[in-house]
């Protein structure tokens, strides 16, 4: 037995032509319908075509194809999901797919928890193993229980996204393919998912299929391109890009060569127009550019922007004038760390929502209150409360804690953010200084004629 562990010879996969283009395909069936024609056949075409491709034990190979490649459809028959229609596959070993879209499945009216169930029987797990695998994706995800037991259709698709992954990733498979995961979520647990992913590929016979580079480059060091269903290579990463960035637009139907993918014509006219704002006397040094159009194209803007000089120097100094005062190092609400992603936070006229804030000083200056406004979601302020507090001076760098009660007041149904701002000594409230803190919804029904006051009170300030 050879060291292989997965081998396509000649696969192909068809698919009839109107799956590809179902808008187009709805409107000729109402214009003009098949069945006032004698001939019913279907166009078909080719999503992936006489792929040849061997994986060897532990090997990490990268697979970059632009948008309508054929990606998913090979990550569907690299990992068993999707049978060909032409050729042969031979594995030695079990394979899992993880992609983007593991949240497909998910029903919004029914709770988390019995979404990620459902999930993970269908990924084959049971029992205890079940069990354990949801009990790791809760801590991963740093939720507790409690945030499982909401309904779906209430919590934000990027936080159900994020679960989703990570229950996928709790799979052990001997071949592992990960199609085209372009975000591993918001926030703090975003990091925790991308070194889970970088272990997982580690561990693993791993293929890699997207259409950006970053995660083929810091995982795998054989890469194919796939263009218009045909594969091409291997390559090594600095090739590769040169290749994928020359790739043409269209299929050209071209004499297919696996080792020489096709190049797109006119390379040069598809710059940038004020990318030649340089003007060639201007290149004193007279450096020969890389082949690759993607270096040509920033190495020119970085020239310009560097010529930009005493602009250059004026943007800094603004952005330097503009930095806020303090940024805030974590939030916890009735004694629960917070994070800003958008995790239900659902309150009732009234209800006192107990904040602590840990803030962390940009710049040295003197505290004399905040002011606590409130915004419905994607609108301006309509209601703000002052905050006083003894006078102080604050140090760069120094830490310091905000414990108060918001009340809430009289508000219709809706998300709401609320923002805090810290005022300087015989200064007016700054926008630049305003920070957003919490996203909470209203319960309820009926429209609020007149807006009650939002009620604050201080429990300390160290």
Same mark, same amino acid.
Not at 35 to 45: L, Q, T, V
Not at 70 to 77: N, P, R, Y
Not at 190 to 212: C, G, P, Q
């Given at each position: 037995?050879?060291? %292989? +562990?997965?081998?396509?010879?000649?696969?192909?996969?068809?698919?009839?032509?109107?799956?590809?283009?179902?808008?187009?395909?709805?409107?000729?069936?109402?214009?003009?319908?098949?069945?006032?024609?004698?001939?019913?056949?279907?166009?078909?075409?080719?999503? +992936?075509?006489? !792929?040849?491709?061997?994986?060897?034990?532990?090997?990490? *190979?990268?697979?970059?194809?632009?948008?309508?490649?054929?990606?998913?459809?090979?990550?569907?028959?690299?990992?068993?999901?999707?049978?060909?229609?032409?050729?042969?596959?031979?594995?030695?070993?079990?394979?899992?797919?993880?992609?983007?879209?593991?949240?497909?499945?998910?029903?919004?009216?029914?709770?988390?928890?019995?979404?990620?169930?459902?999930?993970?029987?269908?990924?084959?797990?049971?029992?205890?193993?079940?069990?354990?695998?949801?009990?790791?994706?809760? /801590?991963?995800?740093?939720?507790?229980?409690?945030?499982?037991?909401?309904?779906?259709?209430?919590?934000?698709?990027?936080?159900?996204?994020?679960?989703?992954?990570?229950?996928?990733?709790?799979?052990?498979?001997?071949?592992?393919?990960?199609?085209?995961?372009?975000?591993? =979520?918001? =926030?703090?647990?975003?990091?925790?998912?991308? /070194?889970?992913?970088?272990?997982? *590929?580690?561990?693993?016979?791993?293929?890699?299929?997207?259409?950006?580079?970053?995660? !083929?480059?810091?995982?795998?060091?054989?890469?194919?391109?796939?263009?218009? =269903?045909?594969?091409?290579?291997?390559?090594?990463?600095?090739?590769?890009?040169?290749?994928?960035?020359?790739?043409?637009?269209?299929?050209?139907?071209?004499?297919?060569?696996?080792?020489?993918?096709?190049?797109?014509?006119?390379? &040069?006219?598809?710059?940038?127009?004020?990318?030649? *704002?340089?003007?060639?006397?201007?290149?004193?040094?007279?450096?020969? %550019?890389? !082949?690759?159009?993607?270096?040509?194209?920033?190495?020119?803007?970085?020239?310009?922007?560097?010529?930009?000089?005493?602009?250059?120097?004026?943007?800094?100094?603004?952005?330097?004038?503009?930095?806020?005062?303090?940024?805030? &190092?974590?939030?916890?609400? &009735?004694?629960?760390?917070?994070?800003?992603?958008?995790?239900?936070? +659902?309150?009732?006229?009234?209800?006192?929502?107990?904040?602590?804030?840990?803030?962390? +000083?940009?710049?040295?200056?003197?505290?004399?209150?905040?002011? *606590?406004?409130?915004?419905?979601?994607?609108?301006?302020?309509?209601?703000?409360?002052?905050?006083?507090?003894?006078?102080?001076?604050?140090?760069?760098?120094?830490?310091?804690?905000?414990?108060?009660?918001?009340?809430?007041?009289?508000?219709?149904?809706?998300?709401?953010?609320?923002?805090?701002?810290?005022?300087?000594?015989?200064?007016?409230?700054?926008?630049?200084?305003?920070?957003?803190?919490?996203?909470? =919804?209203?319960?309820?029904?009926?429209?609020?004629?007149?807006?009650?006051?939002?009620?604050?009170?201080?429990?300390?300030?160290?």
């Amino acid at each position: 037995m050879n060291d %292989y +562990v997965l081998q396509l010879k000649n696969v192909s996969r068809l698919f009839p032509k109107d799956v590809s283009e179902t808008g187009t395909s709805l409107y000729r069936e109402m214009i003009l319908p098949r069945s006032m024609f004698k001939s019913h056949s279907i166009d078909y075409f080719y999503a +992936v075509e006489k !792929i040849n491709i061997s994986i060897k034990k532990n090997e990490k *190979i990268g697979i970059l194809g632009t948008h309508l490649s054929g990606k998913s459809t090979l990550a569907g028959i690299l990992s068993g999901m999707i049978e060909p229609t032409g050729g042969s596959i031979i594995s030695y070993g079990s394979r899992h797919l993880i992609n983007g879209k593991s949240s497909a499945g998910y029903k919004p009216m029914l709770k988390i928890i019995e979404n990620l169930r459902l999930q993970a029987m269908f990924l084959g797990l049971q029992g205890d193993e079940l069990e354990h695998a949801i009990e790791n994706t809760l /801590e991963k995800a740093r939720l507790d229980y409690s945030d499982l037991l909401k309904t779906t259709g209430n919590v934000s698709k990027r936080l159900i996204r994020q679960i989703a992954l990570i229950m996928s990733l709790q799979i052990n498979s001997d071949i592992i393919i990960v199609d085209n995961i372009n975000s591993t =979520g918001t =926030g703090i647990v975003r990091e925790d998912i991308v /070194e889970y992913i970088n272990n997982k *590929i580690a561990s693993s016979t791993s293929l890699i299929v997207a259409s950006h580079p970053k995660l !083929i480059q810091q995982t795998t060091n054989k890469i194919f391109l796939l263009h218009y =269903g045909r594969l091409y290579g291997p390559f090594d990463f600095e090739e590769a890009i040169a290749h994928y960035s020359e790739l043409p637009r269209e299929n050209h139907n071209e004499m297919y060569v696996p080792s020489k993918p096709p190049k797109r014509k006119n390379i &040069d006219d598809n710059f940038l127009s004020d990318d030649h *704002i340089l003007d060639n006397e201007d290149d004193s040094d007279n450096e020969s %550019y890389p !082949i690759d159009p993607w270096i040509k194209k920033f190495t020119l803007r970085e020239k310009k922007f560097q010529e930009r000089g005493k602009l250059d120097e004026f943007i800094k100094k603004a952005k330097e004038d503009n930095r806020p005062l303090l940024d805030i &190092d974590k939030a916890y609400i &009735d004694g629960k760390e917070y994070f800003y992603r958008s995790i239900s936070l +659902v309150r009732k006229r009234n209800d006192i929502l107990s904040l602590q804030i840990n803030f962390i +000083v940009k710049m040295n200056f003197n505290l004399s209150g905040f002011v *606590i406004t409130l915004h419905p979601e994607h609108e301006d302020e309509i209601m703000r409360a002052d905050l006083p507090l003894e006078e102080r001076d604050l140090k760069f760098n120094s830490s310091h804690k905000l414990m108060l009660d918001v009340e809430i007041p009289d508000l219709k149904p809706y998300r709401y953010i609320l923002t805090i701002t810290p005022i300087q000594k015989n200064k007016a409230f700054l926008i630049k200084n305003r920070i957003k803190l919490v996203k909470f =919804g209203i319960l309820g029904h009926g429209i609020i004629r007149r807006y009650g006051k939002m009620k604050l009170k201080l429990n300390s300030f160290t």
